[in-house]
């Protein structure tokens, strides 16, 4: 399934949070809470991408990067919180460098201003337990999902001089109803 406009990601968010609750229950016996944390962010990051890429190959290939970039991500941070604003720069680089390239101002603005509205997002609601951390990985990626709201950065066409108003019309609202 893609989720690479704002109804779909919505999906994601809510499948990636419930997902979140079977997998820490299961592997933090092992792995203890904040590794298994850690790793299902890190996961999720890297699934996000290949789902929001315009084509399957760019996906695989930038969720292999986020992949390998959160590796050492999980190994090194201290705390889930450290690990999730590591990410939140992965998915970011990886998002704007390679799947929707922008303006550098644009781009920065637009991602500083979602991680950091994300992450405090997930902030709010994050606690100890394994369904509030689900509740803050929902938080998180609702956020993310507005990425899609937005709206890339287009170049302006001329209109054609002998295409009808109305036609033109019916095409620009089919366009944004696309984009939704």
Known sequence: MRWNAFSPSLIFAAVASLAAVPFLLAASPALGLPLAGKTFLAATVA???AGIAPTVGRGVRVATL????GVPVVLLAAT?????IALTAV???CRSLFLYRAAVVRALAIEIGLGTAALAAGYVVAGASTWSLAAA????WLVQSTFFLIGSERRERAPEPSSDPFE???KNASELMDRI
């Open 47 to 49: 699934v996000y991408l």
């Open 66 to 69: 986020a992949a390998v970039l």
């Open 80 to 84: 889930i919180a450290q690990a999730a």
């Open 91 to 93: 998915l970011a680089v």
């Open 137 to 140: 990985l929902w938080a998180y």
């Open 168 to 170: 033109a019309a019916a």
